[in-house]
Every structure is written in C-alpha cells, then in structure tokens.
C-alpha cells in the first residue's frame, strides 16, 4: 500500500517590522501552507508576500484564522460568541482570498489557529460556527482538524475535511493535544518527532503522553516555523517520509486518493 500525505506549516505569522521563522525555507519543503490573516499575526504586507511565495512555489494557500489577540498570538482564550467567531472568520478568510485573487490562485483550505483551533476540536458551538462561515463562503474550501468537534461538524455540514497530525506535540490518551502550558506538550528531539511522523503516515497510531499506541489519521503533517531548528527539522521529516516510500502530495490529491 502506498501512502500518501501533505506537508502544511503555519506561515506569514510576522507582524510589521517583526518576523517569525524562516518562510521562505520552510517552503522548500512544503506542499500547503497556513497563512495568518491579520487577527494573532500578520499584515497586508506580509499576507501579499506569502501568498506570492506560496504561488511562486506552487504551495497551495490556506488560511490561518485566530482570536483577535496580536498581543497574545491567539494563544489565549476569549470569551467570544458563537456568532463573533463566524463574523471574524468570515472577515479573515475573506481577506486572504483578496490576495490569493490578486496573485492568480484561490484559498484553498481553512485551519483554524492556536486556542481557537484548540476550542473548535471541544466546543460545539464554536466548531458549527467556522462551518458556517466556510459553508457561507466557499463550500470547496478543506476544513483542516484534529478529529474532534469540528471535524465532526464538517463531516455533517459536507465539506471536505483534511485531519491533521502535529508531529511536534504530545497527544493525551484522548487523543487531544497536551495543553502548551503542561510540560512535555512540545516535543524537542528530532529523531522522535520524525519517528513519530513516520509512524503517523505509515502505520495510523502515535505514542501518547501515557505511553499509549493511540490511533491517528493523518491527512497532513503539521510543521511548526516557529520553534528553534524548525527547517532542518522539516527537511528531515521530509527525508524519512520519503525513505518509508511516503509520496508527498497537496492535500487534494491526498483525499482524492482516500475518496473523501
């Protein structure tokens, strides 16, 4: 059996003179690419950049929408409405495809970002509330999740879902993610995260935090930029994958592959 998987990191997450990871390498590596839309991090500048290296790589765009919270990254949790979180993905999503029309492509996939893409994966109201809005808008758009709330939502609402496995983060028996503030949520070693990458792809179970083979579908291989050593990590995982007869493929090809 073949295997097949996309490659996707978080990308353009700078803001005016700040900078965040190294784009441009990372796209060596990638097929997908989340792009924040201007809510934890980003700016018109730095959108329209991405999404020009992105076309320029042939790395499909997808959008990265947050909590309004520049100061905090989207990393904290706010008391929002059901209905505050459609508007503001509706109105991050929407300036994204601005740009993506602007360089001759479409967004082609949806990831929500940080806390609220924590809150999606456990609170239903917040998980049919970025259907809504994906459904409203594009009804070809990806939904990118863990499995959990949102992919259950947009399984029922018939968009297409992309499952995304983090190959540096630890998981609970649950099989949701160890919360950042918990130590060991962020897993440093390289060789175990290419080895749990690898067994992700190739064999649909990862090592939890309690020492457990939990199963796992993975669609796409999430690469964080912004952690130190985060380009020769991506470029090893890439290696490995390959060395386990892994095809790397955009993301539509991977479900297209799987008949979803």
Do not use: W
Not at 70 to 80: E, S, Y
């Amino acid at each position: 059996m073949t295997h097949r998987v996309d490659l996707v990191a978080d990308l353009g997450e700078g803001f005016g003179a700040y900078t965040m990871g190294d784009d441009e390498a990372l796209l060596d590596v990638l097929t997908s690419a989340n792009i924040a839309c201007g809510f934890h991090a980003g700016d018109p500048r730095i959108m329209d950049a991405t999404v020009r290296h992105c076309v320029e790589r042939g790395v499909a765009v997808g959008a990265h929408p947050s909590f309004p919270d520049l100061v905090g990254f989207g990393r904290r949790a706010m008391d929002l409405s059901p209905d505050e979180v459609r508007t503001d993905v509706l109105y991050q999503v929407g300036a994204l495809q601005a740009f993506a029309a602007a360089h001759g492509t479409r967004v082609r996939h949806v990831a929500p970002h940080g806390r609220l893409g924590n809150l999606v994966a456990t609170r239903r109201d917040y998980a049919h509330a970025v259907v809504d809005a994906i459904a409203s808008l594009d009804r070809s758009l990806i939904v990118l999740a863990q499995d959990g709330e949102l992919a259950d939502a947009a399984r029922a609402g018939g968009l297409r879902l992309g499952i995304v496995g983090i190959a540096d983060r630890a998981y609970r028996d649950d099989g949701t993610l160890v919360p950042r503030g918990e130590a060991g949520a962020v897993i440093q070693d390289e060789r175990e995260i290419a080895e749990r990458t690898v067994r992700m792809v190739t064999e649909g179970v990862i090592r939890s935090a309690g020492g457990r083979d939990i199963p796992v579908v993975c669609d796409t291989v999430l690469l964080h930029g912004d952690t130190p050593g985060a380009v020769p990590l991506a470029h090893r995982i890439r290696k490995e994958l390959l060395a386990a007869d892994v095809e790397i493929a955009p993301l539509s090809e991977v479900l297209d592959g799987r008949g979803a």
